[in-house]
């Protein structure tokens, strides 16, 4: 198993109180590292969440980072098939009624 990959298990397991006493002396040496702090944020920052305990406070400037980074994306454009009408919202000829699921 690769070691950053194991050092963030253990790291994760630690932050659970699921860490075997064997490996303890591992994650708390990994903890010593800028990477293994960050990644104790990280897992800490999950557990609140999916225990809806976060506090809902994002970083300064996230708002503009995030609608910054959804400008920079590509837009979505859905393929056509072949033999299939331009128009999407035109009946897909190899639908049967059954298959159209309405809103």
Request: hydrophobic fraction near 45%; charged fraction near 25%.
């Amino acid at each position: 198993m690769d070691t950053q990959k194991r050092l963030h298990e253990n790291i994760s397991a630690l932050a659970d109180g699921e860490l075997a006493d064997s490996e303890r002396e591992l994650a708390l040496a990994a903890l010593d590292t800028a990477e293994g702090q960050a990644a104790w944020r990280a897992y800490h920052l999950t557990g609140d969440v999916l225990r809806d305990q976060a506090s809902g406070a994002l970083s300064d400037g996230f708002g503009a980072s995030l609608a910054a980074r959804l400008a920079a994306e590509p837009a979505y454009v859905p393929a056509v098939p072949a033999g299939r009408a331009a128009d999407p919202a035109a009946p897909d000829p190899a639908e049967s009624p059954a298959d159209v699921m309405l809103p």
